[in-house]
């Protein structure tokens, strides 16, 4: 939870503070976050930064979805 609120955190300062980002937004606001729990030094910021490199704990948008597969469509058989 820690590592989400320093990722907002980061998108509220360059939206207020009108910061240039180089390159994606969301990969900005990750190291920011990960830079900012390396800096805090501690126990939970070490375990925070383990579970979110491991994908663990770490909210998604959405659910994955399945995108359907493109199928020619039928025809009525010619015997019907």
Do not use: Y
């Not at 955190?9 to 207020?16: G, L, S, T, W």
């Amino acid at each position: 939870m820690l590592f989400v609120v320093l990722h907002e955190m980061a998108h509220a300062a360059v939206n207020e503070m009108g910061l240039p980002v180089l390159g994606k937004a969301e990969d900005a606001a990750d190291a920011f976050a990960a830079t900012r729990l390396i800096k805090i030094e501690s126990g939970v910021s070490d375990r925070v930064l383990t579970d979110a490199s491991q994908g663990k704990n770490v909210p998604t948008r959405s659910p994955q979805r399945q995108t359907p597969q493109w199928r020619p469509p039928t025809t009525p058989s010619e015997n019907s």
